[in-house]
Nanobody, 122 residues
Framework: VQLQASGGGLVQAGGSLRLSCVAS????????LAWFRQLPGKEREFVAA????????NYADSVKGRFTISRNNAKNTVYPQMNSLKPEDAAVYYC????????????????WGQGTQVTVSS
């Protein structure tokens, strides 16, 4: 599975951004799709995950109520809609996929995209 993330950029605090991650190589209909973020020198941090049928979602406390994760299985794509962005949301965002797990632990995921930078100006 290859994952290609896009949609990052510069946004003002309070603004919105929608990232996307397209999977290729095989269909990921039965995979958990997730987003993590990372600052230089820091551990990769869980953001959100969505189960393979899209019926279950999980969010980090820091983004609950502001971020919404969704997926389009027909397009093999996962989206986090990020609203009310804060300067502390700035990071490199990575999408991840796994056939088995539905967790918030980065090491549990087998497949990773290359990351897309999100910058939030105050």
């Amino acid at each position: 599975v290859q994952l290609q993330a896009s949609g990052g950029g510069l946004v003002q605090a309070g603004g919105s951004l929608r990232l996307s991650c397209v999977a290729s190589g095989r269909t990921v209909t039965s995979y958990t799709l997730a987003w993590f973020r990372q600052l230089p020198g820091k551990e990769r941090e869980f953001v959100a995950a969505i189960s393979w049928i899209g019926g279950s979602t999980n969010y980090a406390d820091s983004v609950k109520g502001r971020f919404t994760i969704s997926r389009n299985n027909a397009k093999n794509t996962v989206y986090p809609q990020m609203n009310s962005l804060k300067p502390e949301d700035a990071a490199v965002y990575y999408c991840a996929a796994d056939r088995v797990v539905f967790t918030s632990t980065p090491n549990d995921y087998d497949y990773w995209g290359q990351g897309t930078q999100v910058t939030v100006s105050s």
